[in-house]
């Protein structure tokens, strides 16, 4: 029978979550929908 407690003690994350993670943080994330909205504003300040 599988040990559940002693299975998650040894459970490490893997470091390709981590660094996405890191990359989400540091990076600007900018969609479709936010450049779309800043076009929209710049025309209608023009």
Known sequence: ???FDKEL???QPS???D???EAI???DL???SDI???ILK???KQ
Do not use: F, G
């Open 42 to 44: 710049e025309k209608k």
């Open 19 to 21: 660094e996405a993670e």
């Open 36 to 38: 779309i909205d800043r």
């Open 9 to 11: 003690a040894k459970y």
């Open 1 to 3: 029978m599988i040990d």
């Open 30 to 32: 900018t969609d479709l």
């Open 25 to 27: 943080y540091k990076n």
């Open 15 to 17: 470091l390709e979550i």
